[in-house]
Each structure stands twice: as structure tokens, then as C-alpha cells.
């Protein structure tokens, strides 16, 4: 039963552009939204999140879309930069569960 | 220091061996977790404490068995595992479980290897 979905495991983009990672939800329950990084041999690292009242939100070159009706949500880089690339990780959170999708390899090349 | 600390980061261990992962929050924080990694896999939630209290048990089989002697330390004792449990082990805190708003801070995991 996977909850959150994404269904590109890798991505790569060319420095200077945008990347676009994407996350498909099924429960509707869930109501804050969030993306963690993860480089190797570390831990995830939470990068930004949003509330299921808001549609957009932006930190930096960071956004975060969020699409109610299609339970759809993305993360915007730009521009993309080397040391971004990383493994993405979207999560849904609702109240005591919070659930992980597999993950977008993301490769930023110079 | 980071605040979310695992040993050991790597571990090799027989089906037949017992070992143990601990995990170490200096963040102040009421509620830990421990979550599994595997290939290509999402991350899958194991076992939720709460100011030390077990609130969440993902039907994890027995051959792991949590320990939270208090807030800021959590263990993840491990015997007669399977080759198939082989993963990245992750534990994770937040000021506490109950609010959605919050978000998790994740230890550097601890990569076990069962032979």
C-alpha cells in the first residue's frame, strides 16, 4: 500500500536549468507535504514543506507546488546547481503517520 | 555534534548473531523513530516512541525489538535476522508525535548487512 508516490526514480538536468521532481499522493487525509535531501552516506535532510491550505511555497531557488484536487505535488530547483543533485525524498504527513516515497535520484551536470 | 547520532554506521552480521543499533538525539526532542531504508524501496516507518512510549508498531516482525530508556536514546536490538532485512537503518526525532506540522530529523543511518 504506497501512499506517496514517485515515479521517476532518476533525473538529470544541466546546470543552469530547472529540475522538476514530482510526488502523487492517494490519501486525502494528509495535509502537510514536505521534501527531504538525501546525499550519500548521510541522513535525509528536511529542505521545505507545505500546508495542504497553501498551494505554493517558496524558499530560495526552492518551490514547492501543491495540487489538492490531482493529489500532486513538485518540487521546482532553479537554477539547478552540481551540488544539488542528491536524492529526493517527498513525504505526506498526516496526524501521527507520516509516509515516504521511494525517491528521485536527481544529477545536476556541470 | 550533530543531533541525531546511530552506531554503528556499518554492521555485518550472521542470521544467528545478535547485535544492537543505537540511536542518540541531542535536540531536545520527545519522540523518536526508527525507520528502514531498502533499495528502491520508500522509507518504511518501523517503530514510533513517544516520551518513551512505544505509540506505534508498523507489524515489524520480532526479530527486531525496539528499547527507549529515555528521550534521547533509542535502541534497535536485532536476532536471527534474514538476509532480506539487509538495509539502511535510519532513526529519526521530532519535538513530538501528534502534530503534522512538524518535520523529522534524521540520523546518518546504519547500514546493516545480514550474511
Known amino acids: 500500500d504506497q501512499q506517496v508516490k514517485q515515479n521517476s526514480p532518476s533525473l538529470s538536468v544541466q546546470e543552469g536549468r530547472i529540475s522538476i521532481l514530482n510526488c502523487d499522493y492517494t490519501n486525502s487525509m494528509f495535509d502537510y507535504f514536505l521534501w527531504y535531501k538525501k546525499y550519500p552516506a548521510e541522513g535525509p535532510t528536511f529542505l521545505i514543506s507545505i500546508s495542504s491550505i497553501k498551494d505554493k511555497n517558496e524558499d530560495g531557488r526552492f518551490t514547492v507546488f501543491l495540487n489538492k484536487s490531482a493529489k500532486h505535488l513538485s518540487l521546482h530547483i532553479v537554477p539547478s546547481q552540481p551540488g544539488d543533485s542528491a536524492v529526493y525524498f517527498c513525504a505526506a504527513s498526516a496526524i501521527n503517520d507520516m509516509r515516504f516515497g521511494a525517491g528521485t535520484r536527481l544529477t545536476v551536470k556541470p | 555534534e550533530t543531533g541525531v547520532t546511530q552506531t554503528p554506521r556499518h554492521l555485518v552480521m550472521g542470521m544467528t548473531n545478535k547485535k544492537s543499533l543505537k540511536c542518540e538525539q541531542h535536540l531536545g526532542h520527545n519522540a523518536m523513530y526508527w525507520y528502514k531504508q531498502s533499495a528502491k524501496k520508500p522509507l518504511e516507518l518501523m517503530f514510533v516512541?513517544?516520551?518513551?512510549?512505544?505509540?506505534e508498531n508498523n507489524s515489524v516482525p520480532s526479530r527486531f525489538s525496539p528499547e527507549c530508556p529515555n528521550s534521547s536514546h533509542l535502541f534497535l536490538h536485532l536476532h536471527t535476522l534474514q538476509p532480506e532485512d539487509s538495509a539502511l537503518y535510519l532513526c529519526a526525532s521530532s519535538p513530538s508525535t501528534g502534530a503534522n506540522t512538524g518535520e523529522l530529523f534524521f540520523g546518518e543511518g546504519s547500514r546493516l548487512t545480514v550474511l
Open positions: 516512541y513517544n516520551f518513551k512510549e512505544q505509540t
